[in-house]
């Protein structure tokens, strides 16, 4: 089988060159890619950490019901192995410093606490990926001692860091072939031995791109998996061994459209190149935050105010998978630390979960917001306010929603040219007939998601 998906990329990369088109000639060669399961998915990041008082998996695996019922699909956890002592940043360390692939972080419980989490996962109808560290290992790795040549070194023999402000982790040699075998073999037990069904790929741009068109060779003789990487630089990731990677662009759009730097326009500008730019299948990651963007760059509610349930239906409406981040159903509204303990406050906004929990159930109730070529394409509407008023709608077969945005913290009076019907705005249950050149009124940040009926 090895062999077989060795000749399956080659013949799919000569292919590629003789063709400039990567949108209808690049395809995926890994049979059913991305797998039919993320075709309606939302993705779920977890902070194992910080989710519960005592931060293990068994303490996570009580909110698995809570999750089933909020309706995401893919839970994504943060790694899950030990963290390196050596160089450690704060009292606990960085989670993308592994000391060890194979092993499981004591923090968090054993490989058995793990495996049944895992399955008791599986039973409920959840997929679950698992964080990939593969640019870099703590300075106390179980490689490191043994095999210094895996790792990048200076013109003196000393091992470095990726960059200078990575103090707490070891460069990685991909010019080294053991180096790489040992970390497909990593990679591969966990869907072997875990039943994991994929990956989210830490830093996947600084990691050669053959070598991960190579582990998904590998992985895809156990099972099929999905792989996102966290990447939005290398689209050539894509081509074979990724099936999604990340907004970043609409992510920084989004905050820069509420500070007034940006514009409806750019959002236009941005999936015009998406879908010239993007192989076939395969889609970005939509999010308005993450661990890192939490931690590092400000909560949802610092960077985008009084629309941040604006951007959140935003983000689950424009073509792309969804991403929740841990807490983000409840208002989480502070900096998570990074190094440290600092629990989730589950109990601070309500009314959140309730909005999750609709746009969850709105993009699995209609294949037009599907992810991918299940979904349906975007189509910019015309309007009055072009800087300002966002409408566009998305078709699939017979189901068409429309999306209507005030993107602005002024009151609009505009027009906007719509198709002909009847539509019901979903959060409301109301009747609304609309047609060409239809007149509103909306207010700052407010929004209106139509279905045609």
Not at 62 to 76: A, D, Q, S, T, Y
Not at 326 to 336: D, M
């Amino acid at each position: 089988m090895k062999k077989y998906y060795s000749i399956l990329i080659v013949l799919a990369l000569l292919l590629g060159a003789c063709n400039n088109n990567p949108k209808s000639e690049q395809a995926v060669v890994f049979g059913d890619n991305p797998p039919a399961w993320s075709d309606d998915a939302v993705m779920y990041e977890v902070n194992v950490r910080q989710y519960t008082p005592e931060g293990t998996f068994n303490a996570f695996s009580e909110h698995l019901p809570r999750l089933k019922e909020l309706g995401v699909e893919i839970l994504w956890f943060m790694p899950i192995h030990p963290i390196g002592e050596k160089n450690r940043k704060g009292t606990l360390g960085s989670y993308y410093s592994i000391q060890d692939y194979k092993a499981i972080n004591p923090e968090f419980g054993t490989f058995d606490d793990f495996r049944n989490l895992v399955n008791e996962a599986h039973d409920m109808g959840f997929k679950v990926l698992i964080d990939c560290v593969a640019n870099h290992t703590a300075w106390d790795n179980v490689w490191i001692e043994d095999n210094k040549d895996w790792y990048t070194q200076d013109s003196l023999g000393n091992v470095v860091p990726p960059v200078a402000d990575w103090s707490d982790v070891a460069d990685l040699n991909y010019d080294n072939q053991e180096m790489r075998a040992a970390m497909i073999d990593a990679m591969d037990y966990w869907v072997a031995e875990a039943d994991i069904d994929g990956y989210r790929c830490d830093y996947a741009g600084g990691v050669p791109t053959d070598f991960w068109e190579e582990a998904r060779a590998s992985l895809e003789e156990i099972k099929p998996v999905f792989m996102l990487a966290e990447d939005q630089d290398h689209l050539d990731l894509l081509n074979y061994a990724f099936d999604c990677n990340y907004g970043w662009t609409f992510h920084h759009y989004m905050n820069e459209i509420y500070s007034g730097e940006k514009s409806v326009n750019d959002i236009k500008s941005y999936f015009t190149q998406i879908d010239t730019t993007y192989p076939a299948g395969t889609y970005p990651l939509q999010f308005t935050t993450n661990h890192d963007e939490n931690s590092w760059n400000g909560t949802a509610y610092e960077r985008l105010g009084d629309a941040v349930k604006t951007f959140a239906v935003l983000s689950f409406t424009v073509p792309g998978m969804p991403l929740i981040y841990s807490g983000q159903e409840a208002g989480l509204n502070k900096r998570l630390e990074f190094f440290e303990k600092d629990q989730i406050d589950w109990d601070r906004d309500p009314s959140m979960t309730e909005l999750y929990q609709k746009l969850i159930d709105l993009k699995q109730d209609n294949p037009a917001l599907w992810n991918g070529e299940a979904g349906g394409t975007i189509e910019f509407l015309e309007t009055s306010a072009p800087e300002t008023f966002l409408a566009f709608q998305r078709e699939k077969d017979d189901n068409m929603i429309l999306v209507i945005m005030n993107l602005s913290g002024e009151k609009i009076s505009g027009s906007a040219n719509v198709s002909d019907g009847n539509y019901m705005e979903y959060f409301t249950g109301e009747e609304m007939p609309l047609g060409d050149n239809m007149l509103v009124d909306i207010e700052p940040w407010n929004f209106l998601v139509l279905i045609k009926e």
